[in-house]
């Protein structure tokens, strides 16, 4: 019901026409606002937000950031946050991925130094999602960081969207039987599939992904896509204060849901309103939810073989230097 209302609030579908608002109304379908997400969210009414989704600067000194000492870069989220919080409906989430700020080899995971914004505001945490992913900057004085988090909050009461079915994933043993009880001989497995726990892991977009453009840390939409189906309904607002290139807009109109964010950069902002037109007519490639991760050995690929290991040894071998491994004490 409220998809088709969307649709007829858009333009024709194959129009040259931009069906993407540069300002928030909450009759449009998609907005991309050109600025500071502040005055994005001055312009949205309170509660009219199902989801906030974001990801922010992590004051890195990244091309789009301007490296703040740590107090003002948490007094300015605060801000931001405080406003996200205002737009929430009351049934809403939002949803803050993030991962650590580095100064000079010194790590602050920026999710706890930000977990105290968010209660203060009276929300409570759902879950802290774990993102894994396997590139990244190779660090010689400590471990490469392969994950960052998404931590989600609702508002104190049980009644927040949370929609498991749309987001299960395979079972890992679906032929599996109760074995006793009044059940015994039925499959035990949810043949809708499992839970996807709360470890993600997800490609993260580097240059051979479908979705990469020029921005240096883009959303897998995959990723956020997972967090729209499961925490909004047709129709609802998703908002994402730190656009970028637009994925987690992108994320919420591909499955029927209204999207709006702001972006400071001009040009990532042109670049968003144009992937979101894209996204509105089925012609912006991603890569589908679901998708098995590339496994380059399975796939043949010859890089996957040492040049340095002169007797490479065969699965077999392997399996009996485990042997061993197993008796010696
Ligand atoms: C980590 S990136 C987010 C990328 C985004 N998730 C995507 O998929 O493209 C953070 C973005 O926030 C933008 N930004 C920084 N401060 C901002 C502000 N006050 N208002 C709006 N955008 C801002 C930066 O230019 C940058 O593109």
Same mark, same amino acid.
């Given at each position: 019901m409220k998809q088709k209302q969307i649709q007829k609030s858009g333009t024709a579908s194959g129009s040259t026409q931009s069906r993407v608002s540069d300002h928030f109304s909450v009759n449009a379908v998609?907005?991309?606002?050109?600025?500071?997400? !502040? &005055? #994005?969210?001055?312009? =949205?009414?309170?509660? +009219?937000?199902?989801?906030?989704?974001? $990801?922010?600067?992590?004051?890195?000194?990244?091309?789009?950031?301007?490296? !703040? &000492? #740590?107090?003002?870069? =948490?007094?300015?989220? +605060?801000?931001?946050?405080?406003?996200? $919080?205002?737009?929430?409906?009351?049934?809403?989430?939002?949803?803050?991925?993030?991962?650590?700020?580095?100064?000079?080899?010194?790590?602050?995971?920026?999710?706890?130094?930000?977990?105290?914004?968010?209660?203060?505001?009276?929300?409570?945490?759902?879950?802290?999602?774990?993102?894994?992913?396997?590139?990244?900057?190779?660090?010689?004085?400590?471990?490469?960081?392969?994950?960052?988090?998404?931590?989600?909050?609702?508002?104190?009461?049980?009644?927040?969207?949370?929609?498991?079915?749309?987001?299960?994933?395979?079972?890992?043993?679906?032929g599996k039987k109760h074995f006793k009880g009044p059940k015994a001989g039925e499959y035990s497995c949810n043949p809708l599939g499992k839970n996807p726990g709360d470890v993600w892991d997800i490609p993260n977009v580097k240059s051979n992904h479908v979705e990469k453009t020029e921005h240096p840390c883009q959303f897998p939409v995959e990723l956020i896509e997972r967090l729209v189906l499961s925490m909004t309904h047709e129709g609802d607002w998703v908002l994402d204060p730190f656009m970028g290139v637009g994925s987690a807009v992108v994320a919420a109109v591909r499955h029927g849901r209204r999207g709006a964010g702001a972006e400071i950069v001009k040009r990532y902002a042109e670049i968003a309103r144009d992937r979101i037109d894209l996204a509105m007519s089925g012609k912006l490639p991603v890569r589908p939810m679901g998708r098995p991760k590339y496994d380059p050995q399975a796939a043949g690929n010859k890089l996957t073989q040492s040049p340095w290991d002169s007797d490479a040894k065969t699965d077999a071998q392997l399996r009996l230097l485990q042997a061993v491994a197993d008796y010696e004490v």
């Open positions: 998609a907005v991309a606002f050109s600025g500071n997400c !502040l &005055d #994005l969210l001055r312009e =949205i009414p309170d509660k +009219a937000i199902q989801l906030v989704v974001t $990801s922010p600067p992590y004051n890195i000194g990244k091309e789009y950031e301007r490296k !703040l &000492d #740590l107090d003002t870069y =948490i007094a300015q989220q +605060a801000e931001i946050i405080r406003e996200c $919080s205002r737009v929430l409906s009351d049934t809403g989430s939002i949803c803050w991925q993030v991962g650590n700020h580095v100064d000079k080899g010194k790590i602050v995971p920026l999710d706890a130094v930000l977990y105290p914004i968010f209660r203060d505001l009276g929300l409570v945490m759902r879950n802290r999602i774990v993102w894994h992913f396997e590139h990244g900057l190779h660090c010689s004085r400590r471990l490469s960081g392969r994950y960052e988090t998404i931590i989600w909050f609702t508002r104190d009461t049980k009644d927040y969207v949370f929609n498991l079915d749309p987001i299960r994933v395979p079972q890992k043993y679906p």
